[in-house]
């Protein structure tokens, strides 16, 4: 791909629409729900924002002089936002990523010409990360290692970029700055450069963080708190008020509602929107923000739409 083609897939990143979801109606009162739809994004998810800034400014940095190739761990998102993005500006990609990523996201990666070291499912995310430094540290004149999990890059592009989005998205509606996030924790990036920014506009924020009821759980989401988890390095733990198991039917349920109402969004969108139902219905928040990160597309093999 030329440089001009490869910097307008880039362009395209962000300035996602901002979604008003009608279910928060069922709570009654004022309260309103609003989601942004980050699968219109050029890669499928939200991953793009992040992957983009911290591969275009590694490239200027000059990260892969002499051939070496971006190494990083991915349940898949991140993965097909980075074998899209190298193979538009020239960068050979190897991912780790867990065994049990969907075979669609792991046929993105492929045909986009990345490099695939699968690891055991059962070991989790974590596992893949470790094997990711492994490699990294075994083979550093091969490797540069992105760690999508301890570069602020990726923080950084939700204050940026998806953050301000959405402060600008309800100043246009004539509406004050949210006063809940529902989120998840993967790498920490989205949750904390989002959170972040809203606080700036809203100390009095609700952070609430969707996490997987059970392991392993719903793609995307990383299980915390268990002896020996890796938290992420630029998790900002203080940030979120409340966590909120979500399990994989719930979730599940939560996609084919939205599914129903003309939304395909993928399990970690369902959790997401499960928590924020249950912040409406409490009654306590009245302008609620989440995020569908990515498309149903990716799910059709693990059955998750076959009891719909």
């Known amino acids: 791909m030329s440089a001009a083609a490869g910097a307008a897939l880039l362009a395209a990143v962000g300035h996602t629409p901002l979604l008003e979801i009608p279910f928060a109606a069922e709570a009654g009162g004022d309260v309103r729900l609003f989601a942004k739809l980050e699968s219109v994004n050029p890669g499928g998810s939200i991953k793009d924002r992040p992957v983009a800034r911290m591969l275009t400014r590694a490239v200027a940095a000059g990260r892969f002089a002499g051939g070496r190739r971006?190494?990083?761990?991915?349940?898949?998102?991140?993965?097909?936002?980075?074998?899209?993005?190298?193979?538009?500006?020239?960068?050979?990609?190897?991912?780790?990523?867990?065994?049990?990523?969907?075979?669609?996201?792991?046929?993105?990666?492929?045909?986009?010409?990345?490099?695939?070291?699968?690891?055991?499912?059962?070991?989790?995310?974590?596992?893949?990360?470790?094997?990711?430094?492994?490699?990294?540290?075994?083979?550093?004149?091969?490797?540069?290692?992105?760690?999508?999990?301890?570069?602020?890059?990726?923080?950084?592009?939700?204050?940026?970029g998806t953050g301000g989005e959405i402060l600008a998205q309800f100043t246009e509606r004539g509406l004050p700055p949210p006063d809940a996030l529902v989120a998840g924790v993967g790498t920490g990036g989205t949750l904390t450069g989002i959170a972040r920014r809203l606080r700036q506009t809203n100390p009095a924020l609700f952070v609430a963080a969707a996490i997987p009821e059970t392991f392993p759980g719903i793609e995307g989401l990383k299980p915390l708190g268990h002896p020996g988890d890796i938290v992420p390095a630029i998790l900002d733990e203080a940030l979120i008020d409340r966590r909120?198991?979500?399990?994989?039917?719930?979730?599940?349920?939560?996609?084919?509602?939205?599914?129903?109402?003309?939304?395909?969004?993928?399990?970690?969108?369902?959790?997401?929107?499960?928590?924020?139902?249950q912040l409406a219905a409490g009654g306590r928040h009245r302008r609620i923000v989440t995020l569908f990160s990515d498309t149903g597309e990716r799910y059709v093999s693990t059955g998750l739409w076959r009891d719909g």
Request: aromatic share 8%; glycine share 8%; hydrophobic share 45%.
């Open 244 to 277: 909120y198991p979500v399990s994989l039917d719930q979730a599940a349920a939560a996609c084919r509602r939205l599914a129903r109402a003309g939304i395909y969004a993928g399990p970690s969108s369902g959790a997401f929107l499960h928590v924020a139902l």
């Open 70 to 160: 971006l190494l990083d761990s991915s349940s898949g998102n991140a993965g097909i936002s980075y074998a899209m993005f190298g193979a538009a500006l020239g960068v050979p990609v190897t991912l780790v990523v867990p065994g049990n990523a969907s075979a669609e996201r792991i046929d993105r990666m492929r045909a986009h010409g990345a490099e695939l070291v699968l690891t055991d499912p059962l070991e989790g995310y974590d596992h893949a990360l470790r094997t990711a430094h492994r490699l990294a540290d075994e083979q550093p004149e091969r490797y540069w290692l992105c760690d999508q999990y301890a570069n602020a890059d990726n923080w950084q592009a939700h204050f940026v």
